[in-house]
């Protein structure tokens, strides 16, 4: 998972979407090799703060 505003890489095990992704893979007769997958966002950190910046812009 990568944040979009502070750019904060966060990895996590992922074992089911892997086995899901073999099984998937076999089942079309491909050979899978290896995989990447990267998703995009906002970390706990800037979405608190994006979340704080909004109360507090709409407060003023």
């Given at each position: ?45 800037c ?14």
């Amino acid at each position: 998972m990568i944040c979009d505003e502070c750019h904060n890489v966060m990895e996590f095990d992922y074992q089911d979407i892997h086995a899901a992704l073999i099984a998937k893979a076999a089942k079309q007769g491909f050979e899978l090799r290896a995989e990447t997958i990267e998703l995009t966002g906002l970390c706990a950190d800037c979405k608190a703060k994006a979340t704080d910046a909004a109360a507090v812009g709409t407060s003023a």
